[in-house]
Antibody, heavy 120, light 106 residues
């Protein structure tokens, strides 16, 4: 079955760069149509889509955060990495990675999420 | 960017009630809409995609309808495990979530 799990620091300082890793199983990012996305959720607030990478290495970013985000994949390790530069306290959130349904842009499997706090 | 507006933001209901949540898109999105359920401390769970198609394993008391700009999620007979926050998400152009609707126990 498909599983995803996020990993990375729980605390980062303002202006630092955040690097999060999504390690998954049950599918391959080399299979046509597959994609992995990142979504975040500040405490008590709504979900916000951040980025998505497709099997063919095509990448999409949230327009409001595009300048700060980079998404990459390591197909051999079954991992997707998200980096976010210039972190600010408003970026404090639970960050989720999720499996994009083949051929469609909704998410059927999600990781458990990882809470990242931005504070000095 | 397409904006998604849900209403109401929250409401109270009783077990057995029929409840409806509305999601409106700022422009037409055809049927490219999904609904998710989220419980405290948990990841969202996919309920419905393509506006009205029930995800495998989701109880039939959940249903979705709509196309274009106006969509609804209906729970026909609210159960105790349905008290949660619900989000709509458009995938017509990029990805955008609504602000969520919290269903609380009356």
């Amino acid at each position: 079955q498909i599983t995803l799990k996020e990993s990375g620091p729980t605390l980062v300082k303002p202006t630092q760069t955040l690097t999060l890793t999504c390690t998954f199983s049950g599918f391959s990012l080399s299979t046509s149509g597959v994609g992995v996305g990142w979504i975040r959720q500040p405490p008590g607030k709504a979900l916000e889509w951040l980025a998505l990478i497709y099997w063919d290495d095509d990448k999409r970013y949230s327009p409001s955060l595009k300048s700060r985000l980079t998404i990459t994949k390591d197909t051999s390790k079954n991992q997707v990495v998200l980096t976010m530069t210039n972190m600010d306290p408003v970026d404090t959130a639970t960050y989720y990675c999720a499996h994009r349904v083949r051929g469609y842009n909704y998410f059927d499997y999600w990781g458990q999420g990882t809470l990242v706090t931005v504070s000095s | 960017a397409i904006r998604m507006t849900q209403s109401p933001s929250s409401f109270s209901a009783s077990t057995g009630d029929r409840v409806t949540i509305t999601c409106r898109a700022s422009q037409g999105i055809s049927s490219y809409l999904a609904w998710y359920q989220q419980k405290p401390g948990k990841a969202p769970k996919l309920l419905i995609y393509a506006a009205s198609t029930l995800q495998s394993g989701v109880p039939s008391r959940f249903s979705g309808s709509g196309s274009g700009t106006d969509f609804t999620l209906t729970i026909s007979c609210l159960q105790s495990e349905d008290f949660a926050t619900y989000y709509c998400q458009q995938y017509y152009s990029g990805w955008t979530f609504g602000q969520g609707t919290k269903v609380e126990i009356k």
